[in-house]
């Protein structure tokens, strides 16, 4: 068995995280999603894996390389052009028609394939896929999950006859329209076969475009009701609980790294913690290199990433904080996502460092930060900045 992981897309629900790394590469527990696909696809004796990249594909094909060190052999297929000024542009060609130009180019799908999005944390039984896939003779299987139907406006439905073989779909529906409450999953099984339904050189997409040709067909395509850990980010409402879920360990196959100092406190390598009047409660994990210093507050689940500073008297409450922020003395943050120079409340509203109270916060490796002293930084102490407060910013406006 082979696979494909899908990793075209720019990720724009997951704004602003991914306006430097491309969705793919959004990192749970300082691992990339994708880096636990590979993990799961290899525990599973698949090793050779194909990735469509479009959109800062560079940053995928960088940290992952050929597979070696995970284990696989992975090849890539980029989706864009050069301009004649040198620009590489992304132009992404649908889920199906990355399929299609990767079986032009070298056949490379010439046995049952597993296709998977690159943007989700997955535990889902292979082996038992592909068994039941086998046992009905599916040319095409879509794995999917229940969900209440007062969900099912946030999902893909698949409507099934009482064999799972499936009958048509309905893109995210009201609850009171929904036909059906299996969601997919954006997990399928094909076989070589159906990839000659796919146009060449045409934009063309799995779920609206192939999945209703194969229904028209009649080609044997079944639904796959499983019981297994799917979790999407769809957005960084998302991303904020999964990392929350995960930091709880709820999710028995992600472990914290770094090593356990304290109950609920874990550390990466050479991280600095001044312990008088400072208050931690865990799960909190703080990265390599990074500063605690005496007074401050952190507040679980938390992940505080590398080369960060929390200075005297702030306060990090059940946020994230992407690599070398430094939270000023003083300041509070509550239930936030920070990126770089943005932040993003657990209710999707996002500000950016510019909308803020003065050096509220910051990346940590601006040397103007050494500057400044603490009593300076008290006259214009940082109010907390709650889900509430976090003021929404027009991604139109954002560079």
């Known amino acids: 068995m082979k696979a494909m992981i899908l990793a075209a897309g720019k990720g724009t629900r997951v704004q ?16 990339p999603v ?27 094909e960088d940290y992952f390389g050929e597979g070696q060190r995970f284990g696989a052999q992975i090849g890539y297929s980029f989706e864009g052009y050069m301009t004649d000024e040198g620009e590489v542009m992304p132009k992404p060609i649908g889920s199906a028609g990355g399929l299609k130009k990767i079986q032009e180019f070298g056949g490379f799908f010439d046995e049952t394939t597993l296709v998977i999005c ?35 406006s946030d999902y893909g439905m698949v409507v099934t006859d009482e064999e799972g073989r499936v009958l048509s779909f309905q893109e995210k529906p009201k609850p009171e329209e929904a036909l059906s409450n299996l969601a997919s999953t954006g997990i399928y099984i094909f076989e070589p076969e159906v990839l000659d339904l796919i146009p060449s050189d045409t934009e063309f997409d ?25 979790i999407d980010i769809g957005n960084v409402k998302d991303y904020w609980q999964v990392s929350q879920n995960v930091l709880k360990g709820e ?58 500073q ?20 003083n300041s509070h943050m509550s239930e936030l996502v920070v990126c770089k120079d943005y932040c993003v409340s657990r209710i999707g509203q996002m500000q950016h460092v510019s909308e803020c109270v003065e050096d509220y916060w910051r990346d940590a490796r601006d040397r103007r930060g050494k500057t400044r002293t603490p009593e300076a930084d008290s006259k214009s102490e940082a109010p907390a900045l709650s889900p509430q407060e976090v003021k929404p910013r027009k991604l139109a406006n954002v560079a």
């Open 118 to 152: 690159g943007d989700a944390l997955i535990d889902l039984d292979i082996k038992s896929a592909l068994f039941e896939h086998k046992r009905k003779g599916a040319m095409v299987s879509i794995i999917t999950k229940e969900v209440s139907l007062d969900k099912a």
């Open 251 to 308: 999710l028995a196959h992600m472990t914290m790294p770094g090593t356990q100092i304290a109950d609920g406190v874990w550390v990466g390598l050479n991280t600095r913690i001044d312990w008088e009047g400072t208050k931690i409660e865990g799960p909190v994990y703080i990265g390599s290199g990074s500063t605690v210093e005496a007074g401050s507050t952190i507040i679980g689940p938390t992940w505080i990433g590398h080369g960060s």
């Open 310 to 329: 929390i200075c005297s008297g702030s306060e990090v409450t059940r946020s994230v904080l992407f690599e070398y922020t430094r939270v000023s003395p």
């Open 16 to 31: 602003p995280l991914t306006y430097e790394l491309p969705k793919p590469m959004i990192p749970i527990l300082g691992k």
């Open 206 to 230: 799995i779920g609206s475009q192939l999945f209703p040709l194969l229904v028209e067909k009649g080609v044997p395509f079944f639904a796959q009701k499983r019981f297994f850990n799917w």
């Open 34 to 60: 994708m880096e636990y696909l590979v993990e799961h696809l290899v525990k599973y004796g698949i090793q050779e894996i194909m990735v469509n990249v479009s959109y800062l594909h560079q940053k995928i």
